[in-house]
């Protein structure tokens, strides 16, 4: 299960800390990442981090901005948001893929809503 929070509005220009809880299954060794979606649009990746936060990679866009992280003591995932624009505006959902006997598995959260607005 994948529980995100931390969300809301936010005046461009601005930080806010995504939260995602994770439970039910080895966060540690499972690969995390956030994903976001406007209205209308496809879901695109935000940022990616492997266990053990060994690497990270990042959508171009938000480069220098945003910086992922995990506490793997906690099981949680974070994303921080700094210097917030308005076309960062969108749901953003965490995300796990993992190795189970051999079969991939993929879980994403419920996302939480991202404002960045006057």
């Known amino acids: 299960q994948l529980v995100e929070s931390g969300g809301g509005l936010v005046q461009p220009g601005g930080s806010l800390r995504l939260s995602c809880r994770a439970s039910g299954f080895n966060f540690g060794r499972s690969l995390m990442a956030w994903w976001r979606q406007d209205l209308g649009q496809g879901r695109e990746l935000v940022a990616q981090?492997?266990?053990?936060?060994?690497?990270?990679i990042y959508h171009d866009s938000v480069k220098g901005r945003f910086t992922i992280s995990r506490d793997d003591a906690e099981h949680t995932l974070y994303l921080q948001m700094n210097s917030l624009k308005p076309e960062d505006t969108a749901r953003y959902y965490c995300?796990?893929?993992?190795?189970?006997?051999?079969?991939?598995?993929?879980?994403w959260g419920q996302g939480t809503q991202v404002t960045v607005s006057l």
């Open positions: 995300y796990t893929f993992y190795m189970e006997n051999d079969r991939g598995e993929v879980y």
């Open positions: 981090i492997t266990k053990g936060g060994e690497s990270t």
